[in-house]
């Protein structure tokens, strides 16, 4: 009788990357298709996925809706990077000072507690009336939803991060610039990643409401929002699946190519 024989590494990766994603999007995908096209549910409020993709593909095609899709998926895409960047710039900077400084503490930290509750949408109207209808009230209001989880995140690594790092690094003549791009930086960068990719999901909601208030022609949420005036349930479908997609794409390919680049290297875990 021969041994089995357990796949290796590689293979495994690609197994639990690629097909079990692909089993588990493509299985309710299958189903639905099947119910839609037999008549178990309503065709109107639930099209079948085969017309929903028809729809996408129509607005990249050739049509009159020719290349439209391109343009609500780049602004979209360029109001939740510029937003998100700002984000993990400013909000690493504000959590290094809460967790490193006692001014940093006095000063930001109750201002933490304080806008926090309020949900990001309650910004907009406000944002409307300084900024106007224009891509930096989107993208203010995407680095205000996604910047609290960033800083708490940063702040969390700071307060597990052991003390004696800092004695070792110190005892062995290493500067305070040395010290934060040597043993902070690598030591918050597992729970900034965290913070990154929980704040990209409180994004991508405020992003996609604000669009469907504050967008003047272009954005997912403002094809979301302009399809649903027409009744066009393959267009609003549709922008739900793109938003999923690209959703995916940021968390586990980029997300996950600059975790395996740093944190993977150095053996820690990412928190999920």
């Known amino acids: 009788m021969s041994a089995i024989s357990l796949p290796k590494d590689g293979a495994v990766d690609t197994f639990d990357r690629f097909i079990v994603p692909l ?7 299958v189903l639905w298709e099947m ?15 085969s017309e929903i993709f028809g729809t996408l593909w129509a607005k990249t095609g050739t049509d009159i809706d020719a290349g439209v899709m391109y343009s609500h998926v780049y602004y979209s895409m360029f109001r939740l990077l510029a937003g998100l960047g700002l984000a993990t ?21 109750p201002l933490l507690s304080l806008f926090m509750p309020v949900p990001t949408l309650a910004w907009t109207p406000i944002l409307l009336l300084l900024m106007g209808v224009d891509n930096k ?44 791009f ?12 965290t913070g ?3 704040g990209s ?11 469907m208030l504050a967008a003047s022609s272009y954005g997912l949420g403002f094809m979301i929002y302009e399809a649903s005036e027409f009744m066009d349930m393959t267009t609003i479908y549709g922008g739900l699946i793109t938003i999923a997609l690209l959703g995916y794409i940021i968390e586990n390919v980029l997300m996950g190519a600059l975790e395996k680049r740093t944190v993977a290297k150095w053996g820690v875990q990412v928190e999920r």
């Open 23 to 29: 089993i588990s999007i493509g299985l309710p995908l």
């Open 35 to 49: 119910l839609a096209r037999s008549g178990a549910i309503n065709n109107f409020l639930f099209p079948a996925p």
């Open 89 to 109: 710039v400013l909000g690493t900077l504000i959590g290094i000072l809460i967790g490193l400084t006692k001014w940093g503490r006095f000063i930001f930290k």
């Open 137 to 180: 009230t989107t993208i203010f209001i995407v680095f205000i939803a996604a910047s609290f989880e960033v800083i708490l995140n940063v702040i969390a690594g700071i307060e597990n991060m052991n003390v004696k790092v800092f004695w070792v690094a110190r005892s062995m003549g290493a500067s305070r610039l040395q010290i934060f």
């Open 182 to 193: 040597k043993v902070i930086i690598p030591g918050i960068l597992p729970y900034l990643i």
């Open 196 to 198: 990154v990719k929980l």
């Open 201 to 211: 999901g409180y994004a991508w909601r405020a992003l996609i409401a604000a669009e």
